[in-house]
């Protein structure tokens, strides 16, 4: 079954850094774009970066572009969120998520455009 595992979190104090990483299995994992989101209690789940089947395309939030990067080693079936300059906003817990296909600038924040998820990471900053 497919499977999409999340680690790397933690918590750190305003302006420290944090790398999560995904690992993927049970489907190909090369299909399609990946993307990370996070979510806070009551909010709705924010699309943070994603990147292309092959990692030559990525899509960032305003609100975190400069300061996180995403990037994907299909050989390992793993893909990564570095965040630098963490801030306490980005507090939340960050979900990776995989699609079957094609995300664009305007779809890859959507998560109706992703089929696997993972259990999430929490993020802590203070």
């Known amino acids: 079954h497919v499977q999409l595992v999340e680690s790397g979190g933690g918590s750190v104090q305003a302006g420290g850094n944090l790398r999560l990483s995904c690992t993927g299995s049970?489907?190909?994992?090369?299909?399609?774009?990946m993307g990370w989101f996070r979510q806070t209690p009551g909010q709705e789940r924010e699309g943070v970066a994603a990147?292309?089947?092959?990692?030559?395309?990525?899509h960032y939030a305003d609100s975190v572009k400069g300061r996180f990067t995403i990037a994907r080693d299909n050989a390992k079936k793993t893909m990564f969120l570095q965040m630098n300059s963490l801030q306490p906003e980005d507090t939340a817990m960050y979900y990776c998520?995989?699609?079957?296909?094609?995300?664009?600038?305007?779809?890859?924040?959507?998560?109706?455009?992703?089929?696997?998820w993972g259990q999430g990471t929490q993020v802590t900053v203070s």
């Open positions: 990147i292309s089947a092959v990692g030559t395309s990525t």
């Open positions: 049970g489907y190909t994992y090369n299909s399609g774009c």
């Open positions: 998520a995989a699609a079957l296909g094609y995300c664009d600038a305007n779809g890859f924040a959507s998560p109706r455009t992703y089929h696997y």
